[in-house]
């Protein structure tokens, strides 16, 4: 045993490597980076690992999350994975926990017991999540990323180093309803078109229309719009007879469920499109699809290509028979996978679409409420495949692999063994250096597809000043939600049972994004937390009104078990928070003009600027102000040079008639 921690030892330390057996470690994530990154703890010496992960192993994970096996598959990620790694060292502890992270039992008390985290995650809102919890409680992050060839490790500390939010992350892209319905021009509509409007539509919950209520509100083209509702309303037909009506042979006289489809959205949907001349004359018309026509090798696509490839005959790219039969046929043990990267003519998405229609109409006939694609799913993935190449025909557009496809719909990255092993090795060193408090020596590293310089280390840069997560307040109280109310806790954190009550400033309240009370709106004040689902794990944003101090965060934590029924339903923090003054930022000085040689004309006239006109006073002013406006959004309107009357009789003093605006 003696020789396994050997050349830690020497590496490490004495001192730090005794820490590490006692130190509590949680790891978020047993995916690519977590699996290296388990196994790199466990073989440094931490003791006491907490594994948490909600994924469950997928084939196609096997290629680079080595500590799963082929009979692994469907299991637990976090099981499988601190089982596997238990192996490597039998002096640790690891405790697995299969479940998201962002459920209310991992509040601030959960976090606050390990001694640092480690992400290792690939979802935006998770890590977000998961950097504001470690804001709250006060815990050493450590965060990261892969992207291909691309990598990034980022130490967070409170106060001390940019939290994970201070630089504002770039939002998914997203389209406008009507290009992916109506006027796509890149393989990306037409397969978003297909997996995240015509599954739904076939396969899915019935839809009420409110995408395109929300798209109408955006302004979006009135005649478009009003077209697809038509369309949606036709699509009822289709869809009860992929539920009700057996599996026919689509060569047969009678319409079977896939032709039926096809129909529907490759040929009428289409004449619809093209009744509206208005919407093509900017652009090239789609080609209605014959579905008849392309299966007996007749249909010709009569129009060149966006990306400048020559139509064919049924749409197939020309290539040499003998590669064509080296790609379709089985004999290499690489066919499987040369098959899936080869290009598709338009037959053959035809086919493909009438077997995948056929089988997902089988999935629902034998008792599957809806379908929903998934990337892992054969079945929608070949009806994403065919669908999305079928409506590329349609408009011109260049047609993807199936393999394409797969990456594109399911917006993978491809992810890359050997990066996560460096990320993982790099996440280690940066909490060895956050364990021995060397902050000085903490790095933002970043792997980069530069072989002169593969490793970029920059020095830790200060929090943000405008941060909306690190540079806020944190506190917890800890309370019965089905007895206390949002003004005890708001009072209580305010501190308005003292005795500068009355000098307590306005405040609006919030829950995430929802709106609890402001000084105009109290209505909510007197209601019980539970009755407003504001109970553990969530917070209450407590935020000035004059934007004068840090906004507070007060994260809902439980009573203790031994707490006594007769006993107060609300502990708060002790001391109570005070919030720093906001830094606010500062006005650009406005540059000194460059003064003019000529000599004035006599006649010019020095313009300055008019004072901001004074209300003036009145004998009786009323105790309360008729007018439902806050002395804060008043003195605001003030600074604007806006004041606020509470009548029209109400008078101005000014030595020029002001503009009036008289609100009814």
């Known amino acids: 045993m003696a020789g396994r921690s050997t050349h830690a030892k020497a590496i490490l330390g004495q001192e730090l490597y005794s820490r590490l057996s006692h130190t509590k470690v949680l790891l978020v994530g047993a995916g690519g980076i977590g699996c290296e990154l388990l196994k790199n703890i466990v073989l440094t010496g931490f003791g006491d690992i907490t594994l948490l992960d909600l994924d469950t192993i997928d084939l196609s994970n096997l290629n680079r999350q080595f500590l799963f096996r082929k009979k692994d598959v469907k299991q637990s990620k976090a099981m499988v994975a601190a089982k596997t790694a238990s192996a490597f060292n039998p002096n640790i502890k690891i405790t697995p926990i299969h479940a998201n ?18 992400n290792a995650l690939d979802n935006l809102d998770a890590r ?4 504001k919890m470690c804001m709250a409680a006060n815990v050493p992050l450590v965060e990261s990323g892969t992207a291909g060839y691309l990598g990034q490790v980022q130490p967070i500390l409170k106060d001390r180093a940019e939290c994970f939010d201070c630089v504002p992350k770039p939002t998914p892209k997203t389209f406008p309803v009507c290009t992916i319905r109506s006027t796509p021009s890149q393989p990306i509509h037409c397969i ?57 042979d689509a060569s047969s006289s009678g319409p079977s469920a896939a032709k039926m489809v096809f129909s529907k959205v490759f040929h009428s949907d289409i004449l619809n499109l093209l009744s509206m001349a208005d919407m093509w004359r900017s652009r090239a018309p789609p080609t209605p699809l014959d579905f008849d026509e392309i299966r007996d090798g007749t249909f010709i696509l009569n129009r060149p290509q966006t990306n ?24 290499s043990a690489s066919a499987a996978g040369l098959k899936d990267q080869r290009a598709l003519s338009l037959q053959d998405n035809l086919e493909m679409f009438i077997s995948s229609t056929e089988r997902l109409a089988a999935r ?18 070949d009806f994403v495949t065919a669908a999305a190449n079928l409506r590329s025909a ?41 364990l021995r408090r060397s902050y000085a020596a903490l790095r933002n590293v970043h792997v980069q597809f530069k072989p002169s310089m593969p490793l970029s280390a920059i020095s830790m840069c200060p929090p943000n000043s405008f941060c909306g997560v690190c540079r806020d307040t944190y506190t917890e109280v800890l309370c019965d939600p089905e007895r206390v109310t949002l003004r005890e806790v ?11 009550a009355g000098e307590r400033r306005e405040v609006s309240v919030y829950e995430d994004k929802r709106v609890l009370s402001d000084p105009d709106w109290d209505d909510n004040n007197d209601r019980t937390l539970e009755s407003m689902n504001v109970t553990r794990g969530k917070f209450l944003s407590i935020v000035d009104e004059d934007g004068e101090y840090a906004t507070i965060q007060v994260a809902i934590g439980v009573l203790p078990p031994n707490h006594s029924i007769e006993a107060p339903a609300l502990i708060l923090p002790s001391p109570l928070p005070q919030p720093p003054r906001k830094v606010k930022p500062r006005a650009p000085t406005p540059s000194t003009p460059a003064v003019s040689k000529k000599r004035p004309a006599p006649d010019d006239i020095e313009e ?57």
């Open 364 to 381: 629902l006939r034998a008792g599957e409420e809806t379908i929903s694609f998934d990337k892992d799913d054969d079945d929608t993935l």
């Open 101 to 118: 992270i962002k459920e209310p039992q991992f509040d601030i008390s959960w976090f606050r017991s390990f001694d640092i985290v480690l």
């Open 490 to 500: 708001v009072d209580g954190i305010l501190g308005g049972d003292g005795d500068d």
């Open 608 to 664: 300055i600027d008019a004072p901001t006109a004074k209300r003036s006073k009145t004998a009786a002013e009323p105790a309360s102000s008729a007018v439902p406006f806050s002395p804060s959004k008043k003195r605001r309107l003030d600074e604007d040079g806006l004041i606020m009357l509470d009548s029209a009789e109400e008078k101005i003093e000014d030595d020029q008639d002001p503009d009036v605006i008289e609100i009814d």
């Open 394 to 434: 349609a408009y011109g557009i260049q047609g993807k692999s199936r393999w394409e496809v797969k990456e594109m719909a399911g917006n993978i990255i491809p992810a890359i063994a050997t990066t996560n092993a460096i990320i993982a090795g790099l996440i280690v060193l940066q909490a060895l250096h956050l």
């Open 192 to 248: 978003v078109w297909a997996k995240s409007y015509l599954i739904p539509q076939l396969f899915g919950e019935d839809e009420d229309g409110g995408e395109l209520d929300e798209a109408e509100k955006q302004g979006e083209n009135a005649n478009e719009i009003a077209a697809l509702r038509k369309e949606a309303q036709a699509f009822k037909a289709v869809r009860a007879a992929l539920r009700s009506a057996p599996s026919g």
């Open 128 to 131: 977000r999540h998961v950097n």
């Open 308 to 331: 400048g490839a020559h139509a064919h005959t049924n749409g197939a790219p020309p290539g040499s028979a003998n590669t064509e039969k080296l790609l379709n046929g089985t004999t």
